[in-house]
């Protein structure tokens, strides 16, 4: 269990570097749309969409299919569910995200973390 932690914390950390895809006209990070509140957390392991704004949506579809694959694997890896690694993945997201940074709440509703 504590190398799957391990794992999933490293694709994470990964994840938060990329940018969206080369050929896009607007280039955005994943550290810049959430500094800027576009993009948050969400319970669930994915990134989900704040506020609209160019590039996002190119980003979140970006980020979330990378991070299917490897949370795919890591299910695969140590034979558990999907929905548990996605589980444990947004709940890790979370609490590693900054300070005023977007996240899901427990109600599902987006707020800034303290």
């Known amino acids: 269990m504590k190398s799957?932690?391990?794992?999933?914390?490293l694709v994470l950390l990964v994840l938060s570097?990329?940018?969206i895809?080369?050929?896009?006209?607007?280039?955005?990070?994943?550290?810049?749309?959430?500094?800027?509140g576009f993009v948050g957390e969400q319970q669930d392991g994915y990134l989900g969409i704040v506020t609209q704004a160019p590039g996002v949506q190119a980003l979140v579809d970006d980020i979330?299919?990378?991070r299917r694959q490897l949370y795919r694997d890591i299910a695969r890896k140590n034979n558990i569910?999907?929905?548990a690694v996605e589980a444990l993945?947004?709940?890790k997201a979370i609490e590693n995200a900054?300070?005023?940074e977007m996240v899901q709440g427990n109600d599902g509703q987006w707020m800034k973390k303290p």
Do not use: D, E, M
Request: hydrophobic letters at 40%; aromatic letters at 6%.
């Open 17 to 19: 570097a990329l940018p």
């Open 89 to 91: 993945a947004g709940k």
């Open 4 to 9: 799957f932690i391990r794992s999933l914390f």
């Open 64 to 66: 979330n299919l990378k």
């Open 98 to 100: 900054g300070s005023g």
């Open 81 to 83: 569910n999907l929905q």
């Open 21 to 36: 895809a080369p050929g896009h006209a607007q280039t955005l990070s994943l550290q810049q749309a959430q500094q800027q």
